[in-house]
């Protein structure tokens, strides 16, 4: 490990020829160190102001590229850069590309020079617009929703509705509250449906921050808030959310199920992918609904090498009939979450929502097992075994240059094996029950 005074010079890394099984890393420093594919580059978070990848990396597996690219971007200080050295950058970059993008770097833009990608700079601004994005068409609950955001704490806001009703009754509701926020409503000319509808409003976003709001459920007055605290005050976020309640058709408070239970005991950021891992090997949602989290904007712009028409997708798998399995795992590859204990959004069980429909049912069990295969195809699994987050505390002042704990999720049946012991003999698996031959 580099000393506190080379951190503080912000070290180039070189990722040079191949050595063995090993790739040498030498710093611009008087520090050397080695690289071993799949482990971790050995410097401190936000630390590094380049790395510049020679041809080896493009002699990696699709698993350890990604790898790589992760721990290149958590190295990295905020605008920091990622260069293809040496005569095949080109075909360095090309190898890249793709899982660059996936991992949430930006390509090298002007006036920089080189094939290579960019860690996104981080927002300096201290009040910005959030978006409450409302996709609707039941008008049966609308009200006490829209209500919700309108009272909101946090007051810098635009609310935009896009209307997907069959009849004018929640154009009437709305009409009802114009007065009293700034709201953007949609009458959308046909139906789009849930994933459509979603789509439509974020286009029409204009925050630097999105917190879709589903038009049967109820955010706390102090949830926008809440939720923006983290990411003003904690890097590299990539997404905020919280433990929430469950209620009925009479917004009567009701018992939790499985993916409502309290996954972590305290206000935690989670190394994002291990939350994506648990929550996907698991397929069971403890991150929340759209309703439940808030997330940039800029986490889902267009990516040349990723996405064509498709915004909601994790490397192409939709997750048909399970948007936020697809929204959470496109984000969590892209940095770390907040993970609030207190409950700052009310979830609506009744027998209209989509969710409760068999063919929907049938449709989002198909949709996340084909992200489970995505996402062990890719190898994201490997690193730790799914009942263990690596977490640090949300209150800044506890946490320590990569203080990084092992934790297990609480709404999970407990492992009588020790977390380090379960690391082990995880990553020490050479092929796992669930892997294809």
Known sequence: MLSDESMRQKVGVLLKARRSDLLDISARTDAQASF???????????????????????????????????????????GGVVLCAEDDAATT???????????????????????????????????????????????????????????????????????DCESDAIAQLVASRTSQATIQYVKNPERLHARKNYEKCLSLARGEYVKFLNDDDVLAPECVATLL??????????????????????????????????????????????????????????????????????????????????TFH????????????????????????????KRLSRFRIHDAQAQAQPDVVVLSIVGIRGLQKQWVDLGMFRRFPPHLLLCQPLTRSEVKANDWRVEAVRSLRSSPIPPEEAIRVWRATRRHTFEAA
């Open 314 to 341: 994790f490397n192409g798998e939709e997750s048909l009939g399970a948007i936020d399995f697809a929204m959470w795992s496109r984000l969590l590859v892209q940095g770390n979450a907040a993970f609030f204990r």
């Open 229 to 310: 605290g983290a990411f003003l005050n904690v890097p590299d976020l990539v997404l905020a959310t919280s433990h929430r309640w469950r209620i009925n058709t009479s917004s009567q408070v009701i018992g939790d199920m499985p993916a409502t239970r309290l996954a972590v005991n305290r206000d935690l950021v989670i190394d994002g992918v291990t939350l994506a891992n648990a929550l996907i090997m698991h397929g069971l949602n403890f991150i929340g609904e759209p309703s439940t989290a808030m997330f940039r904007r800029r986490d889902f712009e267009k990516r040349p090498h990723l996405d064509a028409e498709r």
């Open 36 to 78: 071993e594919p799949g482990g971790n580059l050995p410097f401190n978070d936000r630390s590094v102001e380049g790395v510049c990848l020679g041809d080896a990396a493009a002699t990696l597996s699709v698993r350890d590229q990604i790898q790589l690219l992760m721990q290149c971007r958590r190295v990295l200080i905020p």
């Open 93 to 163: 970059y090309a190898s890249l590309a793709r899982w660059a993008e996936l991992v949430g770097m930006v390509d090298l833009a002007a006036p920089r020079t080189g094939q290579g990608w960019q860690k996104r700079e981080a927002s300096t601004d201290t009040l910005p617009l959030v978006s409450i994005l409302i996709p609707s068409w039941n008008p049966r609950y609308f009200l006490e929703c829209l209500d919700s955001a309108i009272a909101q704490t946090y007051q810098h806001i635009e609310i935009i509705i896009c209307d």
